[in-house]
């Protein structure tokens, strides 16, 4: 199920880092400490690749 904007902002810290998925790959990934930084995932060549995007709310959904 896509991410809205309204379950990001609300997105909190927990005892660890966790993600919440946007499909095909792109999550939020969201910090113990509070940070959110998007990133997708990806495999090529037979190996899981992860790139940063950038960090919320400087990069949203729009």
């Known amino acids: ?6 379950a ?4 909190k810290p927990k005892d ?8 095909e790959g792109m999550f939020l990934f ?5 940070g959110k930084f998007w990133r997708w995932s990806y495999r ?3 190996k899981q ?3 940063s995007l950038g960090a919320f709310p ?4 729009a």
Not at 1 to 6: H, V
């Open 49 to 51: 690749k992860t790139v």
């Open 58 to 61: 400087e990069v949203t959904l």
């Open 1 to 6: 199920m896509p991410l809205s904007q309204m």
């Open 8 to 11: 990001v902002r609300n997105a």
């Open 16 to 23: 660890k880092d966790y993600k919440l998925t946007d499909g």
């Open 44 to 46: 090529f060549g037979g």
């Open 30 to 34: 969201v910090t113990k400490a509070g």
